[in-house]
């Protein structure tokens, strides 16, 4: 019976010990890295991606569900072959395989990309965000252009102090009232057809209002002349 | 009793509001036409006489920051201005631009006159469409505000809302710029100058009176009930002295000018540029 007791005894004090070794203790980590998640690492004190200590190299692989706060991405769709054939945002070089290539210019295809106020108002020629020669897709790793990076690599250039949040803006965005907005960037499409509607409804209403004002003090005036 | 000839209809405090937003309208719309038009040889032009691109962006950042503060000073005058004794009669009186349902009656009664059907309406002090005047700024002014400093403070905004919503932002406000500078240009530039009643300019706004006469005929509503009231005769106001007449008119018509020249080009150029 003493036995049992001292047992017991034993027992309580080493599951109150291990309780309180959990507590006090850190949490256990591997290696006893800084942070053992390398998505998270810094996250809630820098307005940034996240995105630290994989910069230089390629990723280790394909995280689909991994998205940057404040950027909206597609998740990736097919198999990475399936990509490299059927994307071309994702190609290392994303004009693989286009015939004569070397001879053509960007804007022989890019049309509407060198209409934009970056190009028109600030001068900016295509390689000084999208980089040299193999132009990598913007969203393959290899491209400065990456959301992962672009804020840093690209849009602090001229922004100093741009951060992911602020590299999201669309600078070659779709024309706003078309069906591609509406597919691509549905928020600027509805303002687009709200701010339209209005124009064309309220000038549409007083025009013709004021106009058959005009015309009806005109007709009284003469009558009361003639009068 | 002596003869009354204008009656008062602005204060000098509704006239000064008047007066500084014909001022700050005229240079946002001269600036900010030579921003949205910069990629035309007319943007260009209109830019060098602020001293070019980013100078004249500086002016209208700030006199936008002018603009924000004269139209809170205006709430505040407003509020000032309601009789906290009587709100219901200050806020929805006849002496108030808060549009109600007589507005809506006017409006029928005043398309039934326009093919023939129907008298003139009985307007009282403010009609429907100075009421929407007046309003469309209220919805005008703080959007372009919001807008705006959403774009002037870019690093800012992207911290708090999506760096995407700066797209959204510059469409919004060109949208509303080019809404209000259509509205001014065309149906408040004809409706206070061009129309036969009004022709060659509506001096209420610079001289703070309007003629006997055409009160009555405008606004018999209101004629009617400041005589009833016995208001009529505290209403009388002196004409105004040649020399002023000189400078509004000048003035007046230097504005009007400036703004049909910025909306024509606007209109020329406009395929050339772009919503956002």
Known sequence: MMQVNTIKLATRWLAISILGVLLLLPEPAAAQEEVAS???????????????????????????????????????????????????????????????YTRRRCEECHVAETRDIHTTRANLTCRQCHGGEPVASINHYFSPMNPIRRHAYVCAKCHEGASASYASYVVHEPSAGTFAAKQGFPILYYAYWFMLILLVGTLAFFIPHSFLVGLRELLSKKRKAEK | M????????????????????????????????????????????????????????????????????????HTLYLLKRIDWRNPGESIFGPDSLVPNHHDIKHLWQRILWFFGLGAPPKLNRWSYWEKFDYWAVYWGLPLLAITGLMTMFPFVTSRVLPGWSLNVAVLLHRAEAILAVAYIFIVHFFIGHLRPTSFPMNEAMFTGSVPLEEAMEEKPAWVERLRAQGELEKSAAAPPVAWYRIIYYVFGYAVLISGVYLLINAIIYSRHVALH
């Not at chain 1, 004190?45 to 597609?74: D, L, N």
């Not at chain 2, 946002?28 to 030579?34: I, N």
Request: hydrophobic share 40%; no cysteine; aromatic share 14%.
């Open chain 2, 2 to 73: 002596t003869q009354i000839s204008r009656i008062k209809r602005f204060s000098i405090t509704d006239r000064v509001f008047h007066l500084f937003l014909m001022l700050t309208f005229i240079i946002q719309t001269a600036t900010g036409f030579s921003r949205l038009f910069i990629t035309t040889g007319w943007g260009k032009k209109l830019s060098y006489v602020f001293g070019g691109y980013e100078t004249a962006l500086l002016i209208h950042k700030w006199v936008g920051v002018l603009m924000m503060v004269g139209f809170v000073i």
């Open chain 1, 38 to 100: 390398p998505i998270r690492r810094y996250k809630d004190r820098e307005a940034s991606t996240g995105y630290y200590e994989e910069y230089e190299v390629r990723p280790r692989h394909e995280r689909p569900f991994v998205s940057i706060p404040g950027v909206r991405e597609g998740i990736f769709p097919y198999s990475p072959t399936a990509a490299q054939v059927r994307i071309r945002t994702r190609l290392a070089d994303s004009h693989r395989a286009l015939k004569f």
